[in-house]
């Protein structure tokens, strides 16, 4: 599985936009980039997930460049409820399913 | 609900023992996990599950033991619970065929060792 580098926090100010950026150079052709985000003492929830260029569904979008070396989670114009634990992994299940997270970035959302 | 359900959800326990944490999905998923989340450390797998009586180590096993007999459940076994696995437990399941890590997540078990 290919490791993933995050930053380790960021704080932004409520209603703008925040952009949390992977990197994956060892990423394999048949991986998927996916987030997860988690909130204190509850299991991870499942964000969004793609392969290559843009993905956005209702709760975040996802920035993946050619090279697929790093990936860029943005969550638009962010409420105090978006403070959680981004978690980006990066792998291709297949047959398998392990897995490993990293230790994720903490955002705080400040009023 | 669609939902992954793990019990107990607090256990305080004392050195040696034996313990069993269950977790039971009602989603048909045929792959499980179970990690454990330490202050720091993130979330580390211990043990995965593709379907019934097949499971292989995460990264870091030791000290836990699963079965799978039944395709809903996936109990985590300490045979001999030590301080160092205080932690905070999660199971997790997901549908084979997809090629992504998609997972759904139970509550979390708070397990204290003295």
């Known amino acids: 599985l290919a490791k993933t580098t995050q930053p380790i926090s960021m704080d932004s100010y409520e209603g703008q936009e925040v952009n949390i950026t992977c990197s994956h150079n060892?990423?394999?052709?048949?991986?998927?980039i996916t987030w997860y985000q988690q909130f204190p003492s509850q299991g991870p929830r499942f964000i969004i997930q793609?392969?290559?260029t843009k993905v956005t569904n209702e709760v975040a979008s996802l920035f993946i460049p050619a090279d697929r070396k790093s990936s860029t989670l943005s969550l638009p114009r962010v409420s105090l409820s978006d403070t959680a634990v981004y978690y980006c992994?990066?792998?291709?299940?297949?047959?398998?399913?392990?897995?490993?997270f990293g230790t994720g970035t903490k955002l705080q959302v400040i009023p | 609900e669609a939902q992954v359900t793990q019990n107990p959800r607090y256990l305080i326990t004392v050195t040696g023992k034996k313990l069993t944490v269950t977790c039971s999905q009602n989603?048909?998923?045929?792959?499980m996990s179970w990690y454990r989340q330490d202050p720091g450390l993130g979330l580390r797998q211990i043990y995965y599950?593709?379907?019934?009586?097949?499971?292989d180590k995460g990264d870091v096993p030791e000290g836990y033991k699963v079965s799978r007999k039944e395709k809903r459940n996936f109990p985590l076994i300490l045979e001999s619970p030590s301080p160092n696995q205080t932690s905070l437990y999660f199971c997790?399941?997901?549908?084979?065929?997809?090629?992504?890590?998609?997972?759904?997540f139970g509550p979390g078990t708070r397990l204290t060792v003295t």
């Open positions: 989603m048909n998923h045929e792959y």
């Open positions: 992994l990066v792998g291709y299940s297949g047959g398998y399913q392990k897995v490993t």
């Open positions: 793609g392969y290559k």
């Open positions: 060892n990423i394999a052709t048949n991986d998927y």
């Open positions: 599950s593709m379907n019934v009586e097949v499971t």
């Open positions: 997790a399941s997901s549908p084979a065929g997809q090629e992504t890590y998609e997972q759904y």
